[in-house]
């Protein structure tokens, strides 16, 4: 868990940083650093989404998982709990974004290989270069969210800890379900959600990113039954 813990520490310094700038600069300077975040969020998500070699599990899981997410209101979900921790910890925070910034750094944070592949090294092997590395990289982009979106994005320390952290303590039992396919799927699904989120910032739509969030357990359940089907899937 160690690892994780220097993962939520960069990511609340990074937010730290990145307030500054956001309390600083003028709406039009924050639209800038929101068009950075978008470019930087849509190629990180299209270098994500091209690993897959299931397109037709891709395309079906996204389906089904965002029907579900829907019915679920997943997205609403989290961005209830966003507006409550923004009232018992940020009532001073103006503007609409605290809850934004929570949801898309969680999301971002917490999808990548880096974090599935990462938490299953830390947790059983003991190897925590990888989370490291991200953790370095995750504190780089929260001051980049900060500085557009506000305090909320310090906030997605909590589901790191939570997420990555879990996954790092069920590793050892988790391990042998897990294969290479798998986590290359998984990737590429989490890589359309960032892709989402990139869009989002651009300002060229207003996706309701998290609702799909369980287009991830759809994927897990489409690889498991991949054996049993009477055809290949590519």
């Not at 965002?66 to 103006?94: D, H, S, V, Y």
């Not at 299953?120 to 969210?145: C, H, P, Q, W």
Request: proline share 2%; glycine share 12%; charged share 10%.
């Amino acid at each position: 868990m160690i690892a994780t813990f220097v993962n939520c520490a960069t990511v609340i310094v990074g937010s730290l940083i990145g307030l500054i700038l956001h309390t600083r600069i003028s709406e039009s300077f924050k639209r800038v650093v929101y068009v950075g975040a978008g470019m930087i969020s849509m190629i990180l998500g299209i270098k994500m989404g091209l690993v897959t070699t299931r397109i037709v599990f891709m395309a079906l899981a996204l389906i089904a998982g965002g029907i579900l997410g829907e019915w679920w209101n997943i997205e609403g979900g989290i961005l209830r709990f966003g507006e409550f921790l923004k009232k018992r910890f940020a009532q001073k925070e103006t503007g609409k974004d605290f809850a934004g910034g929570f949801l898309n750094a969680s999301v971002i944070f917490c999808v990548g290989a880096m974090t599935l592949v990462g938490a299953f090294k830390a947790g059983a092997e003991r190897n925590y270069d990888l989370i490291l590395t991200k953790s370095v990289m995750d504190g780089f982009m929260a001051i980049m969210l900060t500085a557009a979106m506000g305090v909320g994005v310090a906030f997605s320390a909590i589901t790191i800890l939570v997420y990555q952290g879990g996954i790092t303590l069920l590793a050892g039992v988790l391990q042998p379900l897990v294969n290479e396919l798998l986590l290359n799927e998984l990737t590429a699904i989490g890589g359309v959600l960032v892709i989402m989120i990139g869009l989002n910032l651009l300002g060229l739509s207003k996706l309701k990113t998290a609702n799909y969030i369980p287009a991830l357990l759809v994927t897990i359940g489409l690889i498991a039954l991949e054996p049993l089907l009477p055809f290949a899937v590519g």
